[in-house]
């Protein structure tokens, strides 16, 4: 059977929930190791997974509309908050996906509604900026450790190796070799057009160029997908209204586009069309956004390895 084009970049047919799994201890399942942020489809049925990995300092609440677009065409999307503060060295960061991923064995379907099965054999892992590097940590296996289940994708949103140009943090991903990166997945790179630009004098760029997205798609294999938004920036696929500190700094810091809107339904379309394709085996909106079959949100440049 042929699957008809759907419109990636609208709304799924699903209705989707948000569930918070807390770390601290309950008494009706085991908690997860970070506290975790849920978009499910609320209809009955089983269900691909994505881990998806919050920038740095941000929250994953920051997230909730770009995961419910994902989870909307039939995903359970899992962001976990792996902390609060943090330094530049993102061991920790390895460690705690290590464990959560582990652990979703155990305790997911304790905490999703009885309705809805995850599907472990169908798991992706993704993330944005600093979440983007640590996702290719774990495909690279850094710091040797393993995790029980196996990831069959690959997402990397606007990643980022490091603070600027020539200062990877620990540890470094990029090697500057093209192809070199030596695990066996699909990936996915989306870029910002505008986040090697500086918006004031005091940062560096959010996305600056030799430790971003383009450099990352360099080093992938086949198959590999890279979508660049050309005229949005490194923080526009978050909510419209993220509150808080952290919430002014994710405007604060970064050039941007007009809205946000734009940028986090095509984000959050180009994941959907890539993990259907990758992970449930169904490319036809994939391909439909490569021969321009389908209106995109957005000015878009995109290239791959197939």
Request: charged content about 10%.
């Given at each position: 059977m042929v699957s008809s084009i759907t419109n990636v970049f609208e709304t799924g047919n699903y209705t989707t929930q948000l569930l918070i799994a807390d770390s601290c201890s309950h008494t009706q399942y085991v908690p997860p190791p970070k506290s975790l942020l849920i978009a499910t489809p609320i209809e009955g049925g089983e269900f691909p997974l994505l881990l998806f990995l919050h920038g740095y300092l941000m929250y994953n609440s920051f997230y909730?509309?770009?995961?419910?677009?994902?989870?909307?065409?039939?995903?359970?999307?899992?962001?976990?908050?792996?902390?609060?503060?943090?330094?530049?060295?993102?061991?920790?960061?390895?460690?705690?996906?290590?464990?959560i991923t582990n652990w979703l064995s155990r305790g997911l379907g304790k905490i999703l509604p009885p309705n809805i099965i995850p599907n472990l054999d169908k798991l992706a892992l993704g993330g944005h900026s600093r979440g983007g590097k640590t996702t290719f940590a774990i495909a690279l296996g850094k710091l040797n450790i393993t995790t029980d289940l196996k990831?069959?994708?690959?997402?990397?949103?606007?990643?980022?190796?490091?603070?600027?140009?020539?200062?990877?943090?620990?540890?470094?991903?990029?090697?500057?070799?093209?192809?070199?990166?030596?695990?066996?997945?699909?990936?996915?790179?989306?870029?910002?057009?505008?986040?090697?630009?500086?918006?004031?004098?005091?940062?560096p760029p959010c996305s600056p160029k030799g430790i971003n997205h383009e450099n990352f798609y360099n080093e992938c294999n086949k198959p590999s997908w890279h979508f660049v938004a050309e005229d949005y920036g490194h923080a526009y696929m978050m909510d419209d209204d993220t509150k808080g500190v952290k919430g002014i700094i994710s405007y604060c810091f970064c050039i941007n586009g007009e809205s946000r809107k734009p940028m986090r339904i095509f984000v959050g379309g180009i994941m959907t069309a890539f993990l259907k394709a990758y992970i449930v085996g169904d490319n036809v909106d994939l391909l439909a956004i490569r021969d321009k079959n389908v209106s995109v949100p957005l000015k878009m440049k995109f290239d791959y390895i197939v």
């Open positions: 909730s509309q770009l995961i419910q677009h994902v989870a909307s065409h039939g995903f359970i999307v899992i962001a976990p908050q792996l902390y609060e503060v943090a330094g530049p060295n993102i061991n920790g960061d390895i460690y705690s996906v290590v464990a990831f069959s994708a690959i997402i990397g949103v606007d990643p980022i190796d490091g603070i600027d140009t020539g200062l990877q943090t620990l540890p470094p991903i990029l090697t500057y070799v093209p192809h070199s990166f030596n695990f066996d997945m699909p990936t996915l790179v989306i870029g910002s057009g505008l986040g090697d630009v500086k918006k004031n004098l005091l940062f």
